[in-house]
Nanobody
Framework: QVQLVDSGGGDVRTGGSLRLSCVASVSILSINGLGWYRRAPGKERELVAVFTENNMTKYADSVKGRFTISKDRANTSVYLQMTNLRPEDTAVYYC????????????WGQGVQVTVSS
């Protein structure tokens, strides 16, 4: 089972930037769908940015052009660079690894709070 540890949340003003990190206990090279989700107060958890097959990326429309997902060279960490943050980006952000060769159940990081104030 993949273990994920999230870090990097915080409080910023509108227009600010943050970088989230997710360290995995295994190589993430072969995990399709690995990425970031978020849950805003009173809302369902939603996809923010993920890696799809062939290392392509998929973003929520609301974050396109502002957020960037990336991996480190060692393929053990995934990052979410967030720029031009808006109050509506306020949420708990979670790293997620879908079921893979490492196990039939997906894994979630513990989540980090991102709060954007106007």
């Amino acid at each position: 089972q993949v273990q994920l540890v999230d870090s990097g949340g915080g409080d910023v003003r509108t227009g600010g930037s943050l970088r989230l990190s997710c360290v995995a206990s295994v190589s993430i090279l072969s995990i399709n769908g690995l990425g970031w989700y978020r849950r805003a107060p009173g809302k369902e958890r939603e996809l923010v940015a993920v890696f799809t097959e062939n290392n392509m990326t998929k973003y929520a429309d609301s974050v396109k052009g502002r957020f960037t997902i990336s991996k480190d060279r060692a393929n053990t960490s995934v990052y979410l660079q967030m720029t031009n943050l808006r109050p509506e980006d306020t949420a708990v952000y979670y790293c997620h690894a879908p079921p893979s060769s490492y196990g039939p159940w997906g894994s979630w990081g513990q989540g980090v709070q991102v709060t954007v104030s106007s």
